[in-house]
């Protein structure tokens, strides 16, 4: 999980997510790149998780 927020932060992976305040804890940080992905699904799911992943297919 580290390693993929850090690929995040540093625009690496998912470049649509914006990097996470320096304060932010490491749940902090994933709960905002989910929400962002979410955000980016084209459609809206029952399962938050098939949201996520619709998002991330999206933004990669």
């Known amino acids: 999980m580290r390693r993929w927020l850090r690929a995040i932060d540093q625009r690496r992976l998912f470049a649509a997510v ?3 305040p320096l304060a932010a804890s ?3 940080r994933a709960e905002r790149a989910a929400m ?3 955000a980016m699904a084209p459609f809206a799911a029952e399962v938050p998780e098939a949201a996520v992943m619709a998002g991330a297919v999206r933004a990669a």
Do not use: E, K
Request: net charge positive.
């Open 18 to 20: 914006r990097p996470s």
């Open 26 to 28: 490491l749940r902090q």
């Open 36 to 38: 962002t992905l979410v």
